[in-house]
């Protein structure tokens, strides 16, 4: 098994008293004269409002605010992580789910005022992988990731947290809706980040932050020798012209 996806035989226990969930959107032009216009967006949950400091607490790197649509950008994440924490009433599973949640619902929002229902059956079905108990989502600010997402496993009989980077950097590529497309460029995707890294892409230990800190590092330089490749292609092909 991908120790950075879940299994199909352990799954976390799931006990949502309702499966389907009334999702309302509205945005408001505080003042039309001021520049900048300012424009807030608010969020309910079966008509609870749900708040963004719910989700920067977890993912502080995301903007405090809300956004939807196929032209959100970073607070988009927000929005998906607040609603994935009122719809399964836990921190751990919503840090887990919300990424495919924004991929699959927020990101086709409408882009203005909006009332819809959602059933998540069908979505916790698809993404089953996610539902592993001993699957942990952990943000990384130097992943090359619009999410900053890594997922990592801890065995429950050692107490050992893994992560595989190459699997993390091929999991986490723009989405692509063609099945077939997505799977060849994750493949080379992953045999890029092994090329970089060698045989130092699985990190493992006891502890989460020193986890964390190796895998910030490693990112930090496959970011930087990326950097480094464009800069230098670039200088290649203006002496070449």
Same mark, same amino acid.
């Given at each position: 098994?991908?120790?950075?996806?879940?299994?199909?035989?352990?799954?976390?226990?799931?006990?949502?008293?309702?499966?389907?969930?009334?999702?309302?959107?509205?945005?408001?032009?505080?003042?039309?004269?001021?520049?900048?216009?300012?424009? *807030?967006?608010?969020?309910?949950?079966?008509?609870?409002?749900?708040?963004?400091?719910?989700?920067?607490?977890?993912?502080?790197?995301?903007?405090?605010?809300?956004?939807?649509?196929?032209?959100?950008?970073?607070?988009?994440?927000?929005?998906?992580?607040?609603?994935?924490?009122?719809?399964?009433?836990?921190?751990?599973?919503?840090?887990?789910?919300?990424?495919?949640?924004?991929?699959?619902?927020?990101?086709?929002?409408? !882009?203005?005022?909006?009332?819809?229902?959602?059933?998540?059956?069908?979505?916790?079905?698809?993404?089953?992988?996610?539902?592993?108990?001993?699957?942990?989502?952990?943000?990384?600010?130097?992943?090359?990731?619009?999410?900053?997402?890594?997922?990592?496993?801890? !065995?429950?009989?050692?107490?050992? *947290?893994?992560? !595989?980077?190459?699997?993390?950097?091929?999991?986490?590529?723009?989405?692509?809706?063609?099945?077939?497309?997505?799977?060849?460029?994750?493949?080379?995707?992953?045999?890029?980040?092994?090329?970089?890294?060698?045989?130092?892409? *699985?990190?493992?230990?006891?502890?989460?932050?020193?986890?964390?800190?190796?895998?910030?590092?490693?990112?930090?330089?496959?970011?930087?020798?990326?950097?480094?490749?464009?800069?230098?292609?670039?200088?290649?092909?203006?002496?070449? !012209?």
């Amino acid at each position: 098994m991908n120790k950075n996806t879940g299994s199909k035989t352990v799954k976390w226990d799931i006990d949502l008293p309702e499966k389907v969930f009334h999702i309302k959107g509205t945005v408001t032009v505080s003042n039309q004269l001021s520049v900048p216009v300012k424009t *807030i967006r608010r969020l309910w949950v079966n008509h609870l409002e749900v708040f963004p400091e719910t989700a920067t607490a977890l993912r502080p790197f995301y903007d405090c605010s809300f956004e939807w649509g196929e032209l959100g950008q970073n607070a988009s994440y927000t929005a998906a992580l607040s609603i994935c924490v009122a719809v399964f009433n836990s921190e751990r599973l919503a840090e887990n789910l919300f990424i495919c949640f924004k991929e699959e619902f927020v990101e086709n929002f409408p !882009d203005g005022n909006f009332e819809l229902v959602l059933e998540v059956t069908r979505f916790l079905n698809k993404h089953n992988d996610r539902l592993h108990p001993n699957l942990y989502s952990r943000f990384c600010f130097s992943a090359i990731t619009n999410s900053r997402e890594i997922l990592l496993y801890k !065995d429950p009989e050692t107490g050992l *947290i893994t992560t !595989d980077l190459a699997e993390n950097y091929a999991m986490h590529r723009e989405y692509m809706p063609n099945v077939t497309l997505r799977k060849l460029n994750e493949r080379k995707q992953r045999l890029l980040f092994k090329l970089f890294a060698k045989d130092n892409y *699985i990190i493992s230990g006891y502890e989460f932050p020193e986890v964390m800190r190796r895998v910030e590092d490693m990112m930090a330089r496959f970011y930087w020798r990326s950097v480094e490749k464009i800069i230098t292609r670039k200088i290649a092909d203006r002496y070449e !012209d």
